[in-house]
């Protein structure tokens, strides 16, 4: 089974260019959300979906915009990277908020 | 003050050593907490829930103690495979509110 899945898993940026993060999920989840996470700062959650079509922020949601037309899919876009957001991003689902599903994390440098 | 505050480590023990982690949470009204596992460079997992009445699985107990706001990891019998980071996760209530992940404590357990 896959579970979640996210693509691409490295990433380098120069800033001010963008991109965007892939997470597909296959447990027909309704709850996915974007973490990231840095040294000593922990999982912080950026954006988090609790449906297809809606998108609420998280704790660390400037800079980042989020889309989810299909259920089984969750994008994080970056319009204007910034050396500060080099971290390591994970997307999870979950059926509810407990049990999160975590995708494999990818990692964005921006220079 | 952080929401959920842990000792980031690391702890070193020996195999076969019982070791304790705790982690504190800020908001009284959490209804929600979970350990999760986390080996160096990988995704998060679920370890286990703690519930209100304590709870064992194995070698891990995990109890709860809302009059001081904290939940405990008990590890009894270490194995070198149980090195990892240790993330305490809480629920603000039970419903939509995406987890807060605490930074984690490191365990290395050694030959």
């Known amino acids: 089974n896959a579970g979640v899945t996210q693509t691409p898993k490295f990433r380098v940026l120069k800033t001010g260019q963008s991109m965007t993060l892939l997470c597909a999920q296959d447990?027909?989840?309704?709850?996915m959300y974007w973490y990231r996470q840095d040294p000593g700062m922990g999982l912080r959650l950026i954006h988090y979906?609790?449906?297809?079509?809606?998108?609420a922020k998280g704790e660390v949601p400037d800079g980042y915009n989020v889309s989810r037309l299909k259920k089984q899919n969750f994008l994080l876009g970056l319009e204007s990277a910034a050396p500060s957001q080099t971290s390591v991003y994970f997307c999870?689902?979950?059926?509810?908020?407990?049990?999160?599903?975590f995708g494999e994390g990818s990692r964005l440098t921006v220079l | 003050r952080k929401e959920v505050e842990q000792d980031p480590g690391p702890f070193n023990v020996p195999e076969g050593a019982t070791v304790a982690f705790n982690c504190t949470y800020s908001?009284?009204?959490?209804?929600?907490f979970f350990w999760y596992r986390q080996d160096c460079r990988k995704e998060p997992k679920l370890l286990m829930s703690?519930?209100?009445s304590g709870n064992e699985d194995g070698r891990f107990t995990a109890q709860l103690n809302r009059a001081s706001q904290y939940i405990s990891l008990l590890i009894r019998d270490s194995k070198l495979s149980d090195s990892a980071t240790y993330l305490c996760?809480?629920?603000?209530?039970?419903?939509?509110?995406?987890?807060?992940f605490g930074s984690g404590t490191r365990l290395q357990v050694q030959p």
């Open positions: 908001n009284s009204a959490s209804q929600s």
């Open positions: 996760v809480v629920s603000p209530f039970t419903g939509r509110r995406a987890l807060t």
């Open positions: 979906s609790v449906g297809e079509g809606t998108t």
């Open positions: 447990m027909n989840h309704e709850y």
């Open positions: 999870a689902s979950s059926y509810d908020p407990g049990e999160l599903f």
């Open positions: 703690v519930y209100s």
